[in-house]
């Protein structure tokens, strides 16, 4: 992808225009129902690891011939289950299960970011106030960060930012690092297009993103430069 390239939302009138809730079916990559299954099957592939791992924990402790190992089975289990826990609080705001009525401040936010990206080899540097956001922006907040953050699969440097100008909240997520990146699917899901080929689990994300800032009347940036990702959301501010 050339760098520089933008996916802008308010480039389409009948996108710009419309809440998704109001556009028709047709303008749309994939419909309601298709949409839900693909963010299950996402969910299921993200539990299965720590749910599997838990079991694998109590297998060692029901094992009469792994007593020695005990301490560490037990430690496996309050890992996983830590992590489901992470997983879990998470998916609540990022795929918007959370309530119309609910608020999130940016410690809350970084939270449960952290919850899921702490031990991995990317640093984050969290430039977010205490500034509260509402449920589409703390759902656009959240999940940009998480994108900008898995950009970095080798390491490298994460920053996530919030302004507001002109009217508009800016969300700023930009990843260096070496071999910093996005996969085919990302850059197609940040684009609002169908996935045609690949993997749905590494395209449902992103996708789900480009739909949180097109539903709240705004645009999403994606910049790819060498050894740089940079996703910008542009998101309006209620009068």
């Not at 996983?80 to 309530?99: C, D, I, N, P, Q």
């Not at 920053?159 to 909240?169: C, I, M």
């Not at 097109?214 to 999403?220: E, I, K, N, T, V």
Request: hydrophobic share 50%.
């Amino acid at each position: 992808m050339p760098p520089n390239a933008v996916s802008d939302l308010t480039s389409s009138p009948s996108l710009a225009d419309l809440p998704v809730a109001d556009l028709p079916v047709a303008s749309l990559p994939v419909d309601g129902a298709e949409l839900a299954a693909f963010i299950a099957a996402k969910l299921c592939h993200d539990f299965i690891s720590p749910a599997g791992a838990v079991m694998s924990g109590l297998d060692l402790l029901d094992d009469p011939s792994a007593q020695d190992m005990r301490d560490d089975a037990l430690g496996l289990i309050r890992q996983s289950a830590a992590k489901m826990v992470a997983l879990v609080h998470f998916a609540r705001v990022a795929f918007g299960a959370a309530t119309s009525s609910e608020q999130f401040s940016g410690a809350e936010l970084r939270g449960l970011l952290t919850g899921l990206t702490d031990g991995g080899r990317a640093t984050l540097d969290w430039r977010v106030g205490e500034e509260v956001f509402s449920k589409l922006q703390a759902r656009a907040l959240l999940n940009l960060a998480y994108l900008t953050v898995g950009a970095l699969p080798m390491g490298g440097a994460a920053t996530v930012a919030v302004r507001r100008e002109g009217g508009q909240l800016i969300l700023i997520g930009s990843a260096e690092g070496a071999r910093a990146r996005l996969k085919a699917e990302a850059l197609t899901g940040l684009k609002g297009e169908r996935l045609t080929e690949g993997l749905a689990g590494q395209w449902i994300q992103p996708y789900w993103l480009w739909l949180t800032a097109c539903d709240a009347g705004g645009r999403l940036e994606t910049t790819v430069e060498d050894g740089r990702v940079a996703l910008i959301a542009r998101l309006p501010l209620a009068d």
